[in-house]
């Protein structure tokens, strides 16, 4: 069996390119040995100096700002490597066991859960495979058993993957899906909980809300909100699209009933990769809305949520290398790492007279940063950034801007930003 730069190199650039989608420039970095990781002291010698180092792990151009890993990241050398590798080991056909095919939707694959779900401190029969939280999502509003006038309650803030669910529930079973109202920005978590348990009644049958909103980036209080249900006896599933790989996760410690997440954004995995966490006491109450053999085995446990059919397992390949790497450089430094580069960036926002939708408190906060900016029409000012300086950000309109500050982007990368932003406040006036 060739090794994965044995396979790279058989392929030729143009294989390569051709073989994984990648540009031909891209290929040939791909098929070079990744850059070496930065000596794990350099972060104590000179923090600045060891991100910079990491920095070039990553295919995204050195002129290039990319402020939106909101929406999705960008996958370091050795992660492309690894989906590289993996369609080398699967297209062989030479599995040791006959009976065993490249095809993720028949196995319980726990070589690829059992990191994943140690990164998340959860046991592995809690933590089914999924290729997206919008699929993980569709599962839970799907599978529980609703009548007609039980309530789920939302944030006004949901993602259309998790919200748009309940909507189809709404329209076929004649659900009620029920919305709170996140402050713009919240100066408080009590603010935030005391919404919640207003907006609870006796038809309140689960509480649906993302971890970190994709609105506003507001880090949520999870742990309390998923005691308040638990309090009342209703049910909490969190939409933690942005947290694998923002922070440091903890699920059990949460104590919600169910989680979801696409870890293609902040832990920089493939784009296709994603899981679903069901406690087990819970388990009972969900129902397999996509089915194939398994799906009536309670033995198997969350592993019959993963019984999809055929998929791509070279992805799970790239997942797993994913948390190799964010484990290589530490999840504390990363979360640090996020919170340091949005606070500076939120402050220096504010200084500019940019209102916060984030929050003013740090703790509601991790790597996304919120502001509206009017007069300025975020699609324009999105466009001047990205045509004439290579910046990409992100926002709603009419002037929300929403900047994610991932770990690889360097101080120079957001100074450049801001100073960019000034000039182009200076060309409207």
Same mark, same amino acid.
């Given at each position: %069996?060739? $090794? ?24 040939? +970095? =791909? ?5 070496? %990781?930065? &000596?794990?002291?350099?972060? $104590? ?8 180092? /990491? ?17 999705? !990241?960008?996958?370091?050398? &050795?992660?492309?490597?690894?989906? =590289?590798? !993996?369609?080398?080991?699967?297209? +062989?056909?030479? +599995?040791?066991?006959?009976? *065993? ?21 959860? &046991? ?9 939280a919008t699929e993980a999502n569709s599962y839970i509003a799907q599978g529980l058993d609703f009548s007609a006038g039980d309530e789920v309650l939302l944030s006004d803030q949901e993602h259309p993957g998790g919200e748009q669910a309940f909507h189809l529930r709404e329209k076929r079973h004649g659900i009620v899906v029920k919305k709170f109202t996140i402050p713009k920005p919240p100066k408080s978590a009590a603010e935030i909980l005391n919404r919640i348990n207003d907006a609870i009644t006796s038809r309140t049958k689960l509480i649906f809300i993302s971890h970190i909103t994709t609105v506003t980036g507001v880090v949520m209080p999870v742990k309390e909100i998923c005691a308040l249900a638990r309090d009342k006896g209703i049910l909490s599933a969190l939409d933690g699209a942005h947290v694998p790989g923002m922070m440091k996760l903890d699920i059990p410690a949460i104590g919600c ?25 819970? %388990? ?23 019984? /999809? ?10 997942? *797993? ?28 926002? =504010? ?15 991790? !790597? ?5 900016? &009017? ?19 992100? !926002? ?13 982007? *360097? ?10 932003? $000034?000039?182009?406040?200076? +060309? %409207?006036?």
């Amino acid at each position: %069996m060739l $090794d994965r730069r044995g396979f790279i190199s058989s392929l030729g650039l143009a294989g390569l390119a051709s073989f994984t989608g990648l540009s031909a420039e891209a290929a040939a +970095q =791909v098929c070079k040995a990744a850059p070496t %990781m930065p &000596p794990h002291d350099l972060y $104590d010698r000179d923090e600045e100096a060891y991100w910079t180092e /990491i920095r070039k792990q990553f295919l995204i151009p050195d002129e290039n700002v990319y402020l939106n890993n909101g929406t999705v !990241g960008s996958s370091p050398m &050795p992660v492309l490597q690894a989906i =590289v590798a !993996g369609f080398d080991d699967l297209e +062989q056909m030479a +599995q040791d066991d006959p009976e *065993r095919y490249p095809i993720w939707g028949y196995e319980p694959y726990l070589e690829f859960r059992e990191p994943l779900a140690k990164f998340l401190n959860a &046991p592995v029969s809690e933590i089914a495979l999924l290729r997206n939280a919008t699929e993980a999502n569709s599962y839970i509003a799907q599978g529980l058993d609703f009548s007609a006038g039980d309530e789920v309650l939302l944030s006004d803030q949901e993602h259309p993957g998790g919200e748009q669910a309940f909507h189809l529930r709404e329209k076929r079973h004649g659900i009620v899906v029920k919305k709170f109202t996140i402050p713009k920005p919240p100066k408080s978590a009590a603010e935030i909980l005391n919404r919640i348990n207003d907006a609870i009644t006796s038809r309140t049958k689960l509480i649906f809300i993302s971890h970190i909103t994709t609105v506003t980036g507001v880090v949520m209080p999870v742990k309390e909100i998923c005691a308040l249900a638990r309090d009342k006896g209703i049910l909490s599933a969190l939409d933690g699209a942005h947290v694998p790989g923002m922070m440091k996760l903890d699920i059990p410690a949460i104590g919600c009933d169910m989680y979801t997440a696409s870890p293609h954004k902040w832990l920089q995995a493939p784009k296709g990769s994603g899981f679903l966490y069901v406690r087990e006491a819970v %388990m009972p109450k969900l129902w397999n809305t996509i089915v194939t053999e398994g799906w009536d085995k309670p033995e198997l446990k969350a592993e019959r949520f993963q019984r /999809i059919g055929s998929s791509n397992v070279a992805m799970l390949w790239g997942l *797993r290398a994913a948390i190799e790497f964010a484990n290589s450089i530490g999840m504390e430094r990363i979360e640090k790492r996020h919170r340091a580069m949005a606070d500076h960036l939120h402050a220096e926002m =504010v200084k500019r007279g940019a209102e916060s939708w984030t929050s003013p408190d740090a703790s509601l906060r991790c !790597g996304i940063t919120t502001v509206n900016v &009017p007069p300025i029409k975020r699609m324009e000012l999105e466009m001047w950034m990205w045509k004439n300086h290579k910046i990409r950000i992100r !926002g709603g309109e009419p002037s929300k801007l929403r900047l994610s500050t991932p770990y690889y982007l *360097r101080r120079k990368d957001v100074d450049r930003f801001l100073a960019k932003f $000034d000039d182009y406040r200076k +060309q %409207m006036a």
